[in-house]
C-alpha cells in the first residue's frame, strides 16, 4: 500500500516544528544568554526527533499544511512569469506599506464571501499572514504583564507571540459549541477582581487549531456582548473559515462589530502558504497605530506575492477552487473519523470538526501523551501532542490529527499504527 511519507528530502510544516518543540520542557543549554523576553518563550532540545521523522515509511498526521496538488500549478508559474515580465519594476520593488490598493480591495471581497459586509480596503493592512497580524496586534496593545484571554486549547503560533511579549495567558473553557459564555464572563470577573488589566481575547471561532471545534451561532453576539462590556478587544483569527464542509459559513464576530473585533484573515489555507500573504481588518479608530506597528515589523509586504495572489482572485476561479477544497477535506475528515472509529481503543474519545484540518483526541486523565510522541514514531506515525496548545506546564492527555494533506488510505494507516501505542498507554495506567 501506498502512503504520504516523510522522505530523507521532506520536512515537517514550520508549524509542525514549532508544536512539537513547544510540548517538551527541557531547558536549553543557552537559556541564559536570552533577552526576558526570548527567555519567556518555551525551548527545548528535540530536533532529534525530526532527524527520525525524516525515515522512509512515516505517516505525517501533524502537519496542518493545505493540499496544494489540486492547484493549477502550470496556470499559475505562466502568471508569476507575465507579472515579471509585464511589470517587473513594480513586482521586484519596495510597495505600499499597507499592502496594494487592488489588493485590499479584493480582501474586502473575499471577507464579503466570508460574512463581513461594507468593509473599507483603507482599515485593511496587508501582512506576512495571520501570525504576523497577531504579533502586531500584541506589540501595539500589550504591556508586560497584562492579560490576553485565549480558548483551551488554542494555536501554538499564537501562545508563542504572546508569551514574547511576555504578557499573562489565561485560558477559557471550551465545550463542544465552543467558548462558554459563562466562564468567559467569570474569568473576566475574577481578573478584574485581582487587579489585572485584561488587553483583548484571541479566538480562533470557526474550526479551532487544535480542536476542529467551532463556536455556536448562538453564542458570538454573546462573547462579543461580554468582551465590549469590559472593554476588551477581540482578536478573530478566521483562516479555515470558508472551509467549511457544508453549508454557507458562519457569520464573524467582526461583521456586526466593526468597532470591537480586529479580523485577521489568511490566503494561506485558501491559497498559498508559501506567499505568506494574510491581513488585518481593523477597527478604524485604531487603524493608524496598528498599520504603523505593522510597517515597523515589515517595511513593505512583499509586492510580487501579492501581485500574483490578486491575479489569482481577479483571473481564476478561486470560488470554485475553494469547492474543491471543501470537498477534498471533508473526504479526508470522514476518513479520520472512520478510522478513529475501527481502531481507537476504548476510553478515548475525539471532537468532530465541521470544516478546517483537525480532529482532536483525548485519552483518559493520567496518560500524557508527549512521550507517546517517540513510540509513535517508531511505530511509523507522528502526531502533535497537546501540550503544545496550552501556556500550562502540566502533562496533556491530548493530542492533535491533522488529515488535510493526506490521502485517504494513508489517514487510515496512520491511525492503524497510532492505536497500540495508546492502547499500550492506556492499559498502564
Request: glycine content about 8%; charged content about 20%; aromatic content about 8%.
Amino acid at each position: 500500500m501506498s502512503h504520504e511519507t516523510l522522505d530523507a528530502a521532506g520536512t515537517l510544516p514550520a508549524e509542525a516544528i514549532d508544536a512539537i518543540e513547544r510540548a517538551a520542557t527541557s531547558a536549553h543549554r543557552h537559556e541564559a544568554l536570552f533577552s526576558e523576553r526570548a527567555a519567556n518563550i518555551r525551548q527545548s532540545a528535540v530536533r532529534d526527533v525530526f532527524d527520525i521523522s525524516m525515515r522512509p515509511g512515516l505517516v505525517s498526521l501533524a502537519g496542518g499544511s493545505p493540499y496544494l496538488q489540486s492547484l493549477p500549478l502550470d496556470r499559475l508559474a505562466a502568471t508569476a512569469a507575465d507579472i515579471i515580465a509585464g511589470d517587473g519594476l513594480a513586482a521586484l520593488q519596495y510597495g505600499p506599506g499597507q499592502g496594494t490598493e487592488e489588493l485590499r480591495s479584493q480582501i474586502c471581497e473575499v471577507m464579503a464571501a466570508e460574512g463581513i459586509l461594507g468593509a473599507d480596503p483603507r482599515n485593511v493592512v496587508i501582512t506576512a499572514g495571520s501570525q504576523s497580524a497577531q504579533d502586531i496586534a500584541t506589540k501595539v496593545f500589550c504591556n508586560p504583564g497584562d492579560v490576553v484571554l485565549v480558548e483551551d486549547p488554542t494555536y501554538v503560533g499564537a501562545l508563542n507571540t504572546l508569551e514574547a511579549y511576555q504578557v499573562s495567558v489565561e485560558t477559557v473553557e471550551m465545550d463542544r459549541h465552543g467558548l462558554v459564555p459563562a466562564m468567559l464572563a467569570a474569568k473576566i470577573a475574577a481578573l478584574q477582581l485581582a487587579g489585572k488589566s485584561i488587553k483583548f481575547l484571541y479566538t480562533i471561532p470557526n474550526f479551532n487549531n487544535p480542536s476542529g471545534i467551532t463556536l455556536a451561532k448562538e453564542r458570538r453576539q454573546q462573547i462579543v456582548d461580554i468582551c465590549r462590556n469590559a472593554n476588551i478587544l477581540i482578536l478573530e483569527d478566521n483562516p479555515y473559515g470558508l472551509l467549511r464542509y457544508g453549508g454557507e459559513p458562519l457569520v464573524p464576530l467582526r461583521a456586526d462589530n466593526p468597532d470591537d473585533v480586529i479580523y485577521m484573515g489568511s490566503f494561506s489555507k485558501i491559497f498559498a502558504p508559501g506567499l505568506r500573504i494574510g491581513w488585518a481588518l481593523v477597527p478604524e479608530h485604531l487603524q493608524r497605530r496598528y498599520y504603523l506597528a505593522a510597517e515597523s515589523v515589515t517595511l513593505c509586504p512583499p509586492s510580487l506575492n501579492q501581485m500574483l495572489v490578486s491575479a489569482y482572485l481577479r483571473d481564476y476561479d478561486w470560488k470554485g477552487q475553494i469547492e474543491t477544497y471543501r470537498g477534498l477535506y471533508a473526504k479526508r475528515c470522514q476518513a479520520m473519523l472512520t478510522a478513529l472509529r475501527e481502531h481507537m481503543p476504548e476510553g478515548t474519545t475525539w471532537t468532530t470538526p465541521e470544516g478546517g484540518f483537525f480532529v482532536w483526541v483525548t485519552l483518559p486523565e493520567g496518560v500524557d501523551t508527549y512521550p507517546l510522541l517517540h513510540q509513535a514514531i517508531d511505530a511509523g506515525v507522528v502526531f502533535i501532542p497537546g501540550a503544545a496548545f496550552t501556556p500550562s506546564d502540566e502533562p496533556s492527555n491530548k493530542l492533535r490529527l491533522a488529515f488535510s494533506a493526506v490521502p485517504p488510505e494513508s489517514i487510515a494507516e496512520g491511525v492503524r499504527r497510532l492505536a497500540p501505542v495508546l492502547r499500550k498507554a492506556i492499559a498502564a495506567l
